[in-house]
């Protein structure tokens, strides 16, 4: 009878252990927020929405009250290659779905300008959003309002938080489907894994070649008969302006032939000028 029990209650202890697990790391696994449109009047900007979901990442559309979507209409021709996905999948929800299912964020062009205006106020900007959604376990629903009139305030007052794009005072107001793709760009530290973008930027060449072109460029200084504490002084900005450029190998190797090639011509200058006794390049 001990042996059953003993065997039953490590199996418990070890299968607890493995739930324990992986509710950790289903907690450590950042959730994609839902994209979601409310009666969005024009096919194009919803195709279009499907499209920069694509592009960063995202691939769950809700679209509340949406105009027909026809797969030879505009907003398959704007999805690119969301239309294989994302928009066919789209679920029709209602705007009662979203508010009870999701912490969610509405989008907006006109803010309060402070504590009085509760429906719009305060707003966080897409960076200041994309920082807060990284420190946060929770299925959150980014929610945009129709093309004319966004979301109204009744709408905004039912929603968790408010983010605005900061534009011009003069004209704020995005149209539907850039302010989308702006909104997911800057998301995408969260959404997107890897890019098409290298990881490094750029390739510095090696200090070798530098140094090698900080000699070739001294003895232009030198050719050109400049004072010693002027060629000191250019020399030194030369260093401290390729040291923030951060040249690649290709254009430093480019900036050696150049100047290998021009001291050449001025040492061969300056030998003719005094085999034939003609003055030289005229110097400070």
């Known amino acids: 009878m001990s042996g059953p029990a003993e065997d039953s209650g490590e199996s418990e202890t070890e299968s607890r252990d493995e739930s324990e697990t992986e509710s950790r790391d289903d907690a450590d696994t950042h959730r994609n927020p839902v994209v979601v449109i409310v009666e969005p009047e024009t096919p194009g900007n919803v195709g279009t929405i499907a499209r920069a979901m694509k592009n960063f990442g995202l691939d769950d559309l809700k679209l509340v009250n949406p105009p027909e979507l026809h797969e030879d209409g505009e907003a398959y021709g704007f999805a690119g290659h969301a239309r ?40 966080k900007t897409p960076a200041a959003l994309r920082e807060s959604l990284a420190t946060v376990d929770a299925q959150t629903a980014i929610v945009f309002g129709r093309e004319g009139r966004g979301l109204n305030n009744d709408e905004l007052s039912r929603l968790d938080e408010v983010c605005s794009i900061p534009a011009d005072d003069e004209y704020p107001v995005l149209n539907l489907g850039q302010a989308a793709t702006v909104l997911l760009y800057e998301l995408r530290d969260l959404t997107v894994e890897e890019t098409q973008l290298p990881d490094a930027e750029v390739i510095r060449a090696a200090e070798p070649d530098i140094e090698r072109f900080h000699k070739y460029f001294d003895e232009f200084l030198a050719s ?26 290709r254009e430093v190797h480019s900036l050696l032939g150049t100047f290998r090639k021009a001291n050449a011509k001025l040492e061969h200058a300056d030998h003719l000028a005094a085999k034939y006794d003609e003055p030289v390049y005229p110097r400070e």
């Not at 004072?227 to 040249?247: C, I, S, T, V």
């Open 84 to 123: 294989e996905d994302v928009l066919p999948n789209a679920d029709e929800v209602t705007f009662e779905e979203i508010v009870e299912n999701y912490h969610t964020v509405g989008t907006t062009a006109i803010t309060g300008e402070d504590d009085r205006s509760h429906e719009r106020f305060p707003f």
């Open 224 to 249: 050109t008969g400049q004072r010693e504490h002027h060629r000191e002084k250019n020399a030194l900005l030369m260093r401290r302006l390729l040291g923030r450029a951060h040249p690649t190998e």
